[in-house]
C-alpha cells in the first residue's frame, strides 16, 4: 500500500485491510483506519471481540487453523493483512506473502516476533543489540544446568507465551521444577522449550514505538515517538507513561536501539521495542511487529490521529507520519506528558458492567473502555490515561481515576479492583 490513492469503503475498488486478532488494539487499528475511509475487517477468536464490533466485516474461528484463515483471505484479498496476536498460523503468512498477499510487516516479522528464541536471536545476533545473558533448555535437567550457568536469580519463560504467561522468577534452585512446569503448562502451542534469561534489576524499562514509513521520496525511513516507561504486575503491562524518564543521551541510544531492530525485522509499520536501561546502557528485550499495550497512553499524549494505532494505519497505507528533526533522529513528541492505567477485572462471568465512572473521569483524564463481553479476574477491561503538566502527577491522575471504577457481572455483583502495586501513597 505505498501511494496516496485510497478509494471508498464496500466499493469494488475499496481500500481494505483485515486483522488477525480484533482485541482493543486491534479495535483503535480499526477506528483509526475507518477515519480514513478505509474498509475493515476483523477476524478473531471469539465473537463480539472488541474490533470485530466496530468493524465492517467480522468472523469468528481458530487462527491457528490455515484453511479458515486462507477462506477468509482469499474471499476478502485485502489490501493488508495486520497479525494483531501471537495465536495464528505463522507458517500461512509465509505461503499468502510468496502469493503476492501484502502481510504487515511482512512474514518474517511477525514469525520472528512472535517466539522469544526468534526474536532474541534477531535482536542480539542480527540487530547486534545487548541484551541480557540467556540460554535454552528443552528438559527440566537442561533447565537446571542452564539456571546454574546464568546465575540466580534469573528469569525462565516459555518460547511460545504473552502477558507473562508460562514466565516465572527464579530465586534458587529449589525454584527450577516449579518455573519448568509453569513453562509448559502455560506456553502457547508446544511448551517443551524454554529460555533463561539473566536478571537485570533495571532502573527503567521501556517501550519504544518506533515507525517505519515511506517518506516524500518513498524510502523507507524510521520515526520516533518518545519513550515509554511502564512497569508490569505478573508478565503483564500494568501502568505506562510518556515521556519515560530518561537522559538525553539515554534517550537518544533508545532510539538507536530501536533502529536496529527494526531495520532487522523490516517492512513498515508501527513496532513496539521493549527495552531495560540499567546504569544508563540500554538493553534489548523482546519487540512487537504491531500496536502495543504499554502505548495505549498515546490515545491521549497525542493528537488525534496521531496514537501508536494512528501511526501504524499511516505507516501501513504509505501516508505522512510528520516528526520534527532532533539531530539525527525524527522525533513524534506527545502534546502533553501522560499516563495510562489498566482496569482489571476482579471477577468472573458474562455482561461485564462498570460503575463509579463520572467520580473517574475528571479533567484530562480519558476512559476508555473495550467492551469484551466476558469478564475473567485480571482481565482487562479497559484503560485509564491521564495528561499533567508532569508524568508523576499523570501517573497518579490514571491510577487513581483507574482505582475508583468497580466492576460486577451476571454471576458478581460490584467489586472493586485488586489493588496490587500503587504510586500512591
Keep these: 500500500m505505498k501511494g496516496n490513492e485510497l478509494f471508498s469503503p464496500l466499493t469494488k475498488k475499496a481500500t481494505k485491510i483485515l486483522l488477525l486478532g480484533a482485541g482493543e488494539l486491534g479495535r483503535e487499528v480499526i477506528i483509526e483506519a475507518m477515519r480514513l475511509g478505509i474498509e475493515t475487517v476483523a477476524v478473531d477468536r471469539y465473537l463480539n471481540a472488541p474490533g470485530q464490533q466496530v468493524a465492517h466485516r467480522a468472523y469468528t474461528g481458530n487462527m491457528k487453523d490455515a484453511g479458515f484463515v486462507r477462506a477468509i483471505i482469499e474471499r476478502e484479498k485485502p489490501d493488508a493483512i495486520i497479525p494483531e ?23 518474517f516479522a511477525t514469525h520472528a516476533a512472535m517466539q522469544r528464541e526468534r526474536i532474541r536471536d534477531v535482536i542480539a545476533k542480527k540487530a547486534g543489540v545487548p541484551t541480557s545473558k540467556y540460554l535454552y533448555a528443552n528438559t527440566l535437567e537442561e533447565l537446571e544446568e542452564a539456571c546454574e550457568k546464568i546465575g540466580y536469580p534469573c528469569w525462565v519463560k516459555a518460547i511460545m507465551s504473552s502477558s507473562g504467561h508460562g514466565s516465572s522468577f527464579v530465586e534458587s534452585k ?43 521520496n518513498g524510502k523507507v525511513i524510521t520515526s520516533f515517538p518518545k519513550p515509554v516507561g ?23 541510544d533508545i532510539y538507536r536501539a530501536a533502529e536496529k531492530i ?15 536501561v540499567k546504569d544508563g546502557k540500554v538493553y534489548g528485550n523482546e519487540c512487537s511487529p504491531r500496536p502495543h499495550d504499554t ?26 507520519v510528520p516528526s520534527v528533526k532532533d539531530g539525527e533522529f525524527n522525533v513524534i513528541p506527545p502534546l502533553k506528558p501522560g499516563a495510562s492505567h489498566v482496569i482489571l477485572s476482579p471477577c468472573d462471568g ?30 482487562r477491561m479497559g484503560v485509564v490515561v491521564a495528561l499533567a503538566d508532569k508524568v508523576e502527577d499523570a501517573k497518579k491522575k490514571a491510577e487513581k ?16 479492583q485488586q489493588e496490587k502495586r500503587m504510586h500512591l501513597t
Excluded at 500461512?92 to 510487516?105: A, D, R
Excluded at 511502564?230 to 507513561?241: M, V
Design 401 to 416: 481515576a483507574a482505582h475508583y471504577i468497580e466492576i460486577q457481572t451476571q454471576q458478581q455483583k460490584w467489586l472493586p
Design 230 to 252: 511502564h512497569y508490569q504486575i505478573d508478565g503483564d503491562y500494568h501502568s505506562s507513561w510518556q515521556p519515560a524518564e530518561v537522559s538525553e543521551k539515554v534517550e537518544k
Design 174 to 216: 529449589k525454584d527450577v521444577k516449579k518455573a519448568y512446569e509453569n513453562s509448559v503448562r502455560n506456553a502457547r502451542g508446544a511448551g517443551d522449550r524454554m529460555i533463561v534469561e539473566q536478571h537485570i534489576p533495571f532502573d527503567i524499562e521501556v517501550t519504544e514505538l518506533a515507525v517505519r514509513h515511506y517518506d516524500d
Design 350 to 379: 458474562w455482561v461485564p458492567g462498570m460503575r463509579n465512572l463520572r467520580k473517574a473521569m475528571g479533567n484530562d483524564i480519558s476512559l476508555f473502555i473495550f467492551g469484551k463481553p466476558e469478564a475473567h479476574i485480571n482481565r
Design 85 to 107: 496476536i501471537e495465536a495464528i498460523n505463522l507458517d500461512l503468512l509465509f505461503e499468502l506473502e510468496k502469493e503476492g498477499f501484502n502481510v504487515i510487516p511482512n512474514a
Design 262 to 276: 527494526t531495520s532487522a525485522l523490516g517492512g513498515v509499520g508501527l513496532f513496539g521495542c521493549e527495552l531495560f
Design 295 to 320: 502505548g495505549m497512553v498515546t490515545l491521549a499524549t497525542h493528537q488525534s490521529g496521531y496514537s501508536e494505532c494512528g501511526l501504524h494505519v499511516r505507516a501501513v497505507c504509505g501516508l505522512p
